[in-house]
C-alpha cells in the first residue's frame, strides 16, 4: 500500500488542462468510466467545464482528486464528477476540492448551486452549506429511448 501525505501536503489547483490518464484514472476510481470511452477526450471535458479543480499530493506529484463545475457563468452551477483516491479519503481532500469550487462559484456570484450526491454520501456535503431539494427528483434522459 503506498504511502499517504496529510492533508497539509496536498495542493488544490483550478486548471484548465491536465493529464488525461490521471484524470481516467480518477474517474475508474470513482466507478465512473466506461473502458470504451477515449482518454483524449478528457481535455475538452475540462476545458468545457466552468471550474475544474485537482488534487495534487505535493510530496510524490500524484493527481489524487477532482471536481467540477458546469454552468452558463451566470445563474446556476452543478458540481460534477467530486472524487477522491481510495487512499487518499477521509483526510479532508473532498472537501478542500469542493471548497475550491465552490469560492469560484461564489466569485462569479452565482447563487444558485446544486449536486446529486450519490447515497450515503449525504452527510459529506452538509456541513458545506448543501440541503436536500425535497420535492425534486433527478432524472436522466437516456438517448433511444422514447
Not at 483524449?40 to 479543480?53: E, M, P, V, Y
Not at 506529484?61 to 477532482?66: D, F, K, L
Not at 481510495?86 to 461564489?106: N, Q
Amino acid at each position: 500500500m503506498n504511502a499517504v501525505a496529510p492533508a497539509a501536503e496536498i495542493e488544490i489547483r483550478t486548471v484548465t488542462a491536465w493529464d488525461e490518464e490521471a484524470i481516467a484514472d480518477l474517474y475508474r476510481a470513482g466507478g465512473w468510466w466506461n473502458e470504451r470511452w477515449d482518454p483524449s477526450r478528457l481535455k475538452d471535458l475540462i476545458r468545457g467545464s466552468f471550474a475544474f479543480a485537482v488534487a495534487i499530493d505535493t510530496a510524490s506529484g500524484e493527481t489524487v482528486g477532482m471536481g467540477r463545475v458546469i454552468s452558463d457563468g451566470v445563474s446556476d452551477a452543478y458540481i460534477q464528477d467530486l472524487v477522491v483516491l481510495p487512499e487518499y479519503r477521509r483526510r479532508d481532500i473532498g472537501t478542500m476540492i469542493l471548497s475550491a469550487l465552490l469560492e469560484h462559484c461564489r466569485a462569479a456570484d452565482l447563487g444558485w448551486v446544486a449536486l446529486i450526491a450519490e447515497p450515503g454520501t449525504e452527510d459529506f456535503y452538509l456541513p458545506l452549506g448543501f440541503r436536500r431539494m425535497e420535492g425534486y427528483v433527478p432524472m436522466q434522459w437516456f438517448r433511444g429511448e422514447r
